[in-house]
């Protein structure tokens, strides 16, 4: 390989990775589980305020894995990752409500 086709290699993977996006940033979540959809693949929580991004409110949200849903339901405390502007629920776990 010449200097000229290493160079203009290097030129272009730079290019590329500049343009890509910055990842988002992830939040704590926690709340209460109001309802369960198997249908929607959903749950509804009623969380409290996501520092930095969402004020608490009752809201449905998707789940990254669809299996958490048989092990929910209602009154169930959880925590959750959330990500800026993705209205996902990451690595749902059952979790002890804050005193």
């Known amino acids: 390989m010449t200097k000229l086709t290493a160079v203009i290699l290097f030129l272009m993977l730079s290019i590329s990775f500049a343009q890509t996006p ?3 940033k992830a939040h ?3 709340g209460k589980v109001e309802q369960v959809n198997l249908s929607t693949k959903s749950v509804t929580v009623n ?3 996501v520092e930095g991004w969402m004020d608490a409110m009752t809201m449905a949200y998707a ?3 669809e299996s958490i849903l048989k092990e929910l339901k209602p009154g169930d405390q ?3 990752t959330v990500y800026e502007d993705d209205f996902t629920l990451y690595e749902i ?3 002890t409500p804050k005193k």
């Open 47 to 49: 969380h409290e305020k």
């Open 22 to 24: 910055p990842k988002k």
């Open 28 to 30: 704590l979540f926690r």
């Open 93 to 95: 776990q059952k979790d």
């Open 63 to 65: 789940v990254d894995k």
């Open 78 to 80: 959880i925590k959750a």
